[in-house]
C-alpha cells in the first residue's frame, strides 16, 4: 500500500496545498459557458509553475487550456481530477511527446462519471445521514448538532477532497509512467474521447430540447412535425442545434454572440407558430 505522504517531496506538498485552497473558489468563479474551468485552471497553477518553470510557453498554454475547457464534476472529486492531471502535466512537462490531448480527453470522461458519484454519494447519502443524527440533536436544542454537521459534513468533505487530490497525483503519476513504459497512451487517449463523445451525447440529449410546435391540418388530418422527427430520431433537432452551436464557436463567435442569436431565431420562429 502507498503512503500518501512519504511519497512526496516539500515542494509537491507545498504545491498541493496551494492547489487545495485555490480549488476552494470554485463556485466563486463558475459560469455557464464553462462551468469549474477558471477554478480548475487556478488550482493547476501553482503546479504549472513548477513543471513549466523553464518553459513559458508551455505553462501560458497548459493554463489556457485548462481554463478554456468546459469542466463540471462534483467538488470532492474535483480534487481527485485536478491531482490526476497535475501528475500528467508533469510527465507532459518532463516528456517530449505531447500528451495534452489525453489530458483533455481523461477530464472530459471521468467528470461525468465522477459528478454522478460524488452527488449519489456524498449529497444523497452521506449528507442526509449526518443531517439526521444533527437535526435529531438540534431538535432537542442541543448546539452539539451544528457543530456536529459543521465538522462532519461540512469539514469532512474537504478533508476527503484534500486526501482524493493527493491520491490522485501520487497514484496518477504512478498510472502514468506505467502507461507510457506499455505504450497505451494512444489507447487511452481514444478510450477517453469516445467516452467523452458519449457523456457529450447524453448532456445534450438531457439539457437541450427542441420541439416543433407546427402542426398543420392536410386532407382533414392533423400532421405532427414533432412525432414524425422522433420516430426517424429522437432527440434530433437538439443535436443538429449543437453540432450547428460548435462549428459557431469554431469561428470564432463568442459565447454571448451566439446566445443573443439563438434567442432572436427563437423569439421570432415562435411567433410564427413554428417552436
Same mark, same amino acid.
Given at each position: ?13 507545498? /504545491? ?8 476552494? *473558489?470554485?463556485? /466563486?468563479?463558475?459560469?455557464?459557458? #464553462? ?75 471521468? /467528470? ?5 458519484? *460524488? ?8 449528507? =442526509? ?63 477517453? *474521447? ?13 439539457? =437541450? ?10 386532407? *382533414? ?30 469561428? #470564432? ?7 443573443? =442569436? ?14
Amino acid at each position: 500500500m502507498i503512503s500518501l505522504a512519504e511519497k512526496l517531496t516539500r515542494e509537491e506538498n507545498s /504545491m498541493l496545498r496551494k492547489s487545495f485552497l485555490y480549488s476552494l *473558489g470554485t463556485n /466563486m468563479a463558475s459560469s455557464k459557458v #464553462s462551468m469549474q474551468s477558471k477554478c480548475f485552471a487556478m488550482a493547476m497553477s501553482p503546479g504549472l509553475d513548477i513543471f513549466y518553470k523553464n518553459n513559458p510557453d508551455g505553462k501560458k498554454k497548459a493554463f489556457y487550456r485548462h481554463a478554456s475547457e468546459f469542466f463540471n464534476t462534483h467538488q470532492v472529486f474535483l480534487g481527485l481530477l485536478v491531482g490526476i492531471s497535475l501528475a500528467m502535466e508533469k510527465k507532459n512537462a518532463e516528456s517530449e511527446e505531447d500528451i495534452d490531448e489525453s489530458i483533455s480527453s481523461l477530464k472530459a470522461s471521468l /467528470m461525468g462519471p465522477t459528478a454522478g458519484i *460524488g452527488d449519489s454519494f456524498f449529497f444523497n447519502c452521506y449528507r =442526509v445521514i449526518i443531517a439526521g443524527i444533527c437535526i435529531g440533536l438540534c431538535a432537542g436544542g442541543n448546539l452539539v448538532g451544528v457543530i456536529g454537521f459543521v465538522l462532519f459534513y461540512g469539514c469532512g468533505l474537504l478533508l476527503y477532497k484534500y486526501l482524493f487530490m493527493r491520491a490522485g497525483y501520487i497514484y496518477g503519476t504512478t498510472l502514468i509512467t506505467a502507461a507510457f513504459e506499455k505504450g497505451i497512451i494512444p489507447l487511452l487517449t481514444e478510450a477517453a *474521447g469516445i467516452l467523452g463523445a458519449v457523456m457529450v451525447g447524453a448532456l445534450v440529449a438531457s439539457n =437541450v430540447s427542441v420541439k416543433v410546435a407546427l402542426e398543420p391540418v392536410i386532407g *382533414g388530418a392533423t400532421v405532427s412535425f414533432q412525432e414524425m422527427l422522433d420516430a426517424i430520431c429522437p432527440g434530433l433537432l437538439a443535436i443538429l442545434l449543437w453540432g450547428w452551436s460548435f462549428r459557431r464557436l469554431q469561428k #470564432s463567435w463568442s459565447p454571448t454572440k451566439l446566445i443573443f =442569436v439563438i434567442m432572436g431565431a427563437c423569439i421570432v420562429l415562435a411567433l410564427f407558430g413554428v417552436f
